[in-house]
C-alpha cells in the first residue's frame, strides 16, 4: 500500500507563493499509466480538485486556479508538485495529494472527479494559510 507525503505547506501573504511537493514512492518511477493531482479542504467546506497530471503529462486545473498554479512531476523522484503563485485568502486549506493506476476516466466525470472517486491513494495531507 503506498501512501503519499506531502510537504511544503506554511503561511504566507496574499499575493505569496508557495511549491508544495508529494513523494509516491514506486509510483511513478516504475512506468504504466498512472494519474496524479491535488485536492484541498477549507474549513468547513467539501474538499476540491485543484490539479492533475497523467503520465502521458496531459494536466487539469480547476477554474478558481487556472494561471496561478502550475502541476508538474519528477518521474525519476516519484515526486509530486504544486507550484503555487499569487495566492489569495480563498487558497486556504489543507492540500492532499492522490494518486490512481488507472486513466482517471469516467463516464460523465471530470479528470479531477474521476481521480477523486478512484484514488487509491492519499496522503495526510500539508496546511496551507493566506492571510489578507
Known amino acids: 500500500q503506498v501512501t503519499p507525503v506531502e510537504s511544503g505547506g506554511g503561511s504566507v501573504q496574499s499575493g505569496g507563493s508557495l511549491k508544495l511537493s508529494c513523494v509516491i514512492r514506486?509510483?511513478?518511477?516504475?512506468?504504466?499509466?498512472?494519474?496524479v493531482g491535488w485536492f484541498r479542504q477549507a474549513p468547513g467546506k467539501g474538499r476540491e480538485g485543484v490539479a492533475v497530471?497523467?503520465?502521458?503529462?496531459?494536466?487539469t486545473y480547476a477554474d478558481s486556479v487556472k494561471g496561478r498554479f502550475t502541476i508538474s512531476r519528477d518521474n525519476a523522484e516519484d515526486t509530486l508538485f504544486l507550484q503555487m503563485t499569487g495566492l489569495v485568502p480563498e487558497d486556504t486549506g489543507v492540500y492532499y495529494c492522490?494518486?490512481?493506476?488507472?486513466?482517471?476516466?469516467?463516464?460523465?466525470?471530470?479528470?479531477?472527479?474521476?481521480?477523486?472517486?478512484?484514488?487509491?491513494?492519499w496522503g495526510q495531507g500539508t496546511q496551507v494559510t493566506v492571510s489578507p
Open positions: 514506486g509510483y511513478m518511477s516504475s512506468g504504466g499509466t498512472y494519474c
Open positions: 492522490a494518486a490512481d493506476r488507472k486513466r482517471c476516466v469516467g463516464s460523465g466525470l471530470t479528470t479531477l472527479q474521476a481521480l477523486e472517486i478512484m484514488a487509491d491513494a
Open positions: 497530471i497523467k503520465n502521458d503529462g496531459t494536466a
